[in-house]
Every structure is written in structure tokens, then in C-alpha cells.
């Protein structure tokens, strides 16, 4: 089955510390991957996306995120926070050939800590 | 700014009644996906739209259904409402093209609350 899992629901970071939010996928094919944002009422934002080539891909806000096909994850990354990234972040799959048919994740919570 | 816009942003119905809600795709693009996402919840897939045929659903009934204009707009109609469709209803545009494709593009959202 196809599923995208997000470990951890809820965050707490000190601003200026480092974060890593987790995410495990499990997908039949070769996996396009994505991480979006959203904050409180709003749509969905893209920060980056995998489909080929390196596995260490750069995002917008100083997101980066690794893809590692042994562990089926794919992982986000910022090395210090800003209390503006304080919103809910999704993991999420789908085809490269359907662009718009994609699996999210449950999604987790980042909060700031001042 | 995705350039997909939604309509309305915000709507309230009564248990039972139609709503009709409406997105129109970014410049260029040729594929709309509609998604639910109930509180606390990530988006769900519900169908996907290209060049005005159904390409894929998800796992909801038939009463969720839509339709994509020459233009590439769409709408998503839901029959008989329930309370437990009350989310945000998410659109998403995309281009598929023979020698290349995009990654979705979302709006705003349109929050559904059925009473």
C-alpha cells in the first residue's frame, strides 16, 4: 500500500536551533517526493521536491531535505529556525507522471519556542 | 502566489444540500486535482481532472464530482451533504505534457462547514 508516514505530530523548537522533521514513505514505483508547508487556514506551499539526481536537494526558507532509498525517508532539514516557520509541514508521494495525484502525510506541528 | 484561485473561500450549508465550488488552474496548466483536508488532517486525494476527463479518484463516493472547463477550470460538486465533509477543500493545478510535467501548484482553499 502507499502510505506516507510522519512520526512526530507536534515539535518545539528553541529559535535559532536546528530541526529535522522525519518522514518514512512507502510507494510501488520510483517515488516523486515532497515536502509543503501551510500555515493556519491557508493552502499549501511547496519548499522542495525529489524525483532524481542528487538526493540532498535545497528548498526555498533554507530548507533542505535527503533522500535515502535504503530507509525509505525523506527527511527535512534546517539548520536554525526562525520563529516564522512556526506552521504545520507535510511530507508527501506521488508520480512524476501524474504530478497532482500525491499522498500526504498526516503532517507535523512546528512551534517556536522564543 | 500559485496563481490558482478558489471560490468561495469560505461557505456554510445545511446537512443535506449541494455546494458547488470552483478553481481555476494556473496559466498554462492542464491537469486540476481536488483534495479534502479535514481538521488536524492532511490533504486527501479525492480526483484528479485532465483535458476535462476524470483521470483517477480517490477513495470517495460518487457523490463527490466534478467537471473541467476548455479553459481548464474546474468545479467540485458534493450531493447531499454531510457533516463530516465539512474541511478544506483544496485544488491543485499541474501541468502533464508529453515532454514534461510539474509539480502541483495549490490554492488558498475553500472551507467548507456543513451544520
Known amino acids: 500500500a502507499q502510505s506516507v508516514t510522519q512520526p512526530d505530530i507536534h515539535i518545539t523548537v528553541s529559535e535559532g536551533a536546528s530541526l529535522e522533521l522525519r518522514c518514512n514513505y512507502s510507494?510501488?514505483?520510483?517515488?516523486?517526493l515532497f515536502w509543503y508547508v501551510q500555515s493556519p487556514g491557508q493552502g499549501l506551499q511547496l519548499l522542495l521536491k525529489y524525483f532524481s539526481g542528487d538526493t540532498l536537494v535545497q528548498g526555498i526558507k533554507g530548507f533542505e531535505a535527503e533522500f535515502k532509498r535504503s530507509q525509505s525517508s525523506f527527511n527535512l532539514r534546517k539548520p536554525s529556525v526562525h520563529w516564522s516557520d512556526a506552521a504545520e509541514y507535510f511530507c508527501a508521494v506521488g508520480a512524476y507522471s501524474s504530478a497532482s495525484k500525491i499522498i500526504f502525510g498526516s503532517g507535523t506541528r512546528l512551534s517556536i519556542r522564543p | 502566489e500559485t496563481g490558482v484561485t478558489q471560490s468561495p473561500t469560505h461557505l456554510i450549508k445545511t446537512r443535506g444540500q449541494q455546494v458547488t465550488l470552483r478553481c481555476s488552474s494556473q496559466?498554462?496548466?492542464?491537469?486540476v486535482s481536488w483534495y479534502q483536508q479535514a481538521l488536524g488532517q492532511g490533504p486527501q486525494f479525492i480526483f484528479q481532472?485532465?483535458?476535462?476527463?476524470?483521470?483517477g479518484r480517490g477513495n470517495f463516493p460518487p457523490r463527490f464530482s466534478g467537471l473541467q472547463f476548455p479553459n481548464y477550470s474546474s468545479e467540485l460538486n458534493v450531493n447531499a451533504l454531510e457533516l463530516d465533509d465539512s474541511a478544506l477543500y483544496l485544488c491543485?493545478?499541474?501541468?502533464?505534457?508529453?515532454?514534461?510535467?510539474?509539480?502541483?501548484?495549490f490554492g488558498q482553499g475553500t472551507r467548507l462547514t456543513v451544520v
Open positions: 481532472y485532465y483535458r476535462e476527463e476524470e483521470n
Open positions: 496559466s498554462g496548466h492542464n491537469t
Open positions: 510507494y510501488g514505483a520510483t517515488p516523486y
Open positions: 491543485a493545478s499541474s501541468l502533464l505534457g508529453a515532454s514534461r510535467n510539474t509539480e502541483a501548484f
